[in-house]
């Protein structure tokens, strides 16, 4: 057994897609990141099993803050023939520390993710702090999870289903007040129906509908006002209801760090970047908000409900923002589906960009040329997608982003 152990251990296990970046001197084990035969012998003491082999990592995503950490999440896939599903398995550097991984469902910075994923203990948990649930069994699904950031799981059982959002517990009490705040618009919400402040969950009330980007890949979006009027009403939604402020500088900044980091010192991409940034740049220092907005509006936050009402899912940046800023962030996820992201047949991203568009800006009578500065700081921010969750034409989907932002500032 040792010596399977010891082969194991210095197995030869691809990291797909193959990919490299600049090197961090603050952080040495980076490029390790994507070396397989370090990620499996690091890794690991996280499988009960140690001497099962992985067929290959693949990366769901990657975040780097230059000069500080970085973390990584990948899918293990196992041999066709165990009829295993892949593993998630994470890994976090932090300059002067050594690399931690973890397992999902453990996360040190979601402390109530492990108890929520798994059925018995979930069942614990909604008795405990949502409402008695019959003895009967739960189903749970992962929907969506960020490792050291937030979660996203179905709990389900009979006809009863609740989403249950998990998150470090310091920003419990934000997604309250935002559940709130999103409450005085004109969209379908769910209700908070439970939380757990200890352990960072958020229970709340499963809505039925369709997601709005599978109805775009499916030609079949909602009329843009639907989304209009929801948004008008939450936009004039009184003062008394802000929260926290939407942070613009800070999100911009990450982004420049981020590119500057990965497009290197003499890159052609990084020379796209930095034509766009001189005009975005004073956008960013001079912006203010200016009302209650939702401040992350895309397709993926909305459903289509069966009477052609729209509801909101999503809300978690709801406070203080801008109303343009939320249109300019639709438009940059349709144009960059159009353009870079989506290969449906029947995606309408470009088509219905130029709708909602034309539609917004015939009733609120916005200038042109503000709301496309809007729209090029947050393609600017989404063209991150690329790097954070990359594949071996990275740079090029970066460069297309990029010029996607050059061509909306003209």
Known sequence: MTDLLQGSAFADVPVVPRVEFPVDPALPDLAKLFNGSW????????????????CQFRVRQFSHTPGR???????????????????????????????????????????GLEQAAYPDSALSLLNEHVFAFPRRKL?????????????????????????????????????????????????AVPRTVGYWRQGGAVWMSEIPG?????????????????????????????RHAEGRAFDLRGAYRRAKRTFGHALGKYDDVRQVC????????????TWQPSTIAHNDLYDDQML????????????EEAGPGDPMLDIGNFLAHLKWAAHVSSSAKKDVSGPYYHRLRDAALD????????????EAVCLFR??????????????????KGLSLVANTLK
Request: proline share 8%.
């Open 39 to 54: 990620v499996w012998q690091a890794s690991r003491s996280q499988f009960a099993d140690a001497d099962r082999i992985p």
């Open 69 to 111: 950490s970085a973390t990584i999440s990948y899918f293990a896939d196992w041999a066709p023939e165990e009829f295993q599903s892949p593993d998630i398995l994470s890994c976090r550097i932090e300059a002067g520390t050594p690399p931690a991984f973890s397992r999902y469902p453990r996360d040190q910075f979601l402390p």
């Open 139 to 187: 189903r749970v699904n992962m929907i969506r999870y960020r490792p050291g950031n937030r979660a996203v799981l179905r709990h389900r059982s009979g006809k009863i289903g609740l989403y249950v959002r998990l998150m470090r517990p310091s920003r419990v009490e934000g997604l309250l007040k935002a559940a709130e705040i999103i409450g005085h618009s004109g969209f």
């Open 210 to 238: 369709r997601n709005v980007r599978r109805l775009m890949r499916r030609a079949k979006p909602p009329d843009p006002d639907a989304i209009l009027d929801g948004l008008e009403s939450l936009w004039s939604a009184s």
């Open 274 to 285: 930095e034509n766009v940034s001189r005009t975005l740049d004073p956008f960013v220092r």
């Open 304 to 315: 289509l409900l069966p009477d052609g009402r729209v509801a909101i899912v999503d809300f």
């Open 363 to 374: 009733r609120l009578k916005w200038n042109q040329s503000d709301l496309d500065m809007r």
């Open 382 to 399: 989404i063209t991150t997608n690329a790097i954070r969750r990359p594949d071996q034409n990275w740079r090029h989907r970066t460069l």
